[in-house]
Nanobody, 116 residues
Framework: QVQLVESGGGLVQPGGSLRLSCVAS????????MRWYRQAPGKERELVAS????????NYAASVKGRFTISRDNAKNTVYLQMDSLKPEDTAVYYC?????????WGQGTQVTVSS
């Protein structure tokens, strides 16, 4: 079955960087769009970045554009989120996502905390 496993979260100071990874299994990874979402306490889950199957034409939320970079390695079934110039407002649980047909698949999430 479809599995998405995130890693790479942690505690980082403002201005710092983190790289999140999401390893996928159970489907033909190279054929599907992949997305990163985040959810901060008391807030709705929001789309952070997306990348199509071929890896071009990436899209970002306005709040992270210019600071975050989404990429993928189809040979490793992995999607990444490089996060630079982190701000306290980036604190959230970050989730990997894909959609097959009408079904959304989610990982378990990885916590990112930006604090001094």
């Amino acid at each position: 079955q479809v599995q998405l496993v995130e890693s790479g979260g942690g505690l980082v100071q403002p201005g710092g960087s983190l790289r999140l990874s999401c390893v996928a299994s159970g489907f033909t990874f190279s054929s599907y769009h992949m997305r990163w979402y985040r959810q901060a306490p008391g807030k709705e889950r929001e789309l952070v970045a997306s990348i199509p199957s071929a890896g071009s034409n990436t899209n970002y939320a306005a709040s992270v554009k210019g600071r975050f970079t989404i990429s993928r390695d189809n040979a490793k079934n992995t999607v990444y989120l490089q996060m630079d110039s982190l701000k306290p407002e980036d604190t959230a649980v970050y989730y990997c996502n894909t959609v097959r047909g009408t079904i959304d698949y989610w990982g378990q999430g990885t916590q990112v905390t930006v604090s001094s």
